[in-house]
């Protein structure tokens, strides 16, 4: 709909829509303990059509409302398409950061199924618990996977430089994510996450 304005879309209602959305969404799962809505909240990206919601959210600068909440859906959204890929690298990176592992929250052993349920429950959390927490997580979960990510970056250099650096580029750029899900969650506690 915002495409239809004459010069395409405005950046800046842009913006207020992802912001609009976002806040919409969070707060309606913090006012609500019916189990059905937070059913739909989580399933909201499984979904068909909301790609062109997802490309708002994902647009939105990190460390806001619209930039967490798909950053989220996004770490969900991963697991679900790959668990097995993102259980390993899991798995080899927590033995490197048990601290992180341990306020991830994930069972032991943490399997495919675990991970989803793990990156199910701190979406959740982001609907029914503290948001911060939720965000705290979240990183916690991708500072193990991107340290997995790199020993199996480490391991595919012998065999594969590109796909190896390939592999440290990603782990890379999941560690700067969760210096952005922890920088946004010492936001919200100060009531700073727009």
């Known amino acids: 709909m915002i495409d239809r304005y004459e010069g395409g879309a405005d950046p ?4 207020e829509a992802a912001h609009v959305t976002a806040g919409a ?10 189990p059905v809505v937070l059913e739909k909240l989580i ?5 068909e059509g909301l790609e062109e919601v997802a490309e ?17 859906y996004a770490l969900r959204r991963t ?28 069972a032991e ?13 701190i979406l959740a959390g982001a609907f029914t618990g503290d948001y911060d927490v939720a965000l705290h997580r979240a990183a916690a979960f991708c500072r193990v996977v991107a340290l997995g990510e790199t020993a199996h970056a480490d391991a595919a250099d012998l065999a594969d430089p590109q796909r190896g650096s390939a592999l440290t580029r990603a782990a890379h750029r999941l560690g700067g994510t969760a210096d952005d899900l922890d920088a946004a969650a010492a936001l919200w506690r100060d009531g700073d996450l727009s």
Request: hydrophobic share 45%.
């Open 79 to 106: 697991v679900l398409q790959d668990p097995e890929r993102l259980a390993a690298y899991f798995r080899d990176g927590r033995a490197q950061a048990p601290v992180h592992q341990a306020i991830a929250g994930v």
């Open 109 to 121: 052993p943490p399997g495919p199924q675990e991970l989803v349920d793990m990156t199910t429950a």
């Open 56 to 72: 708002l959210w994902s647009a939105s600068p990190a460390q806001t409302l619209p930039g967490t909440l798909w950053r989220l």
């Open 43 to 47: 399933r909201l990206a499984d979904a």
């Open 25 to 34: 969404l969070v707060n309606r799962g913090r006012a609500n303990e019916d």
């Open 12 to 15: 800046a209602r842009l913006s």
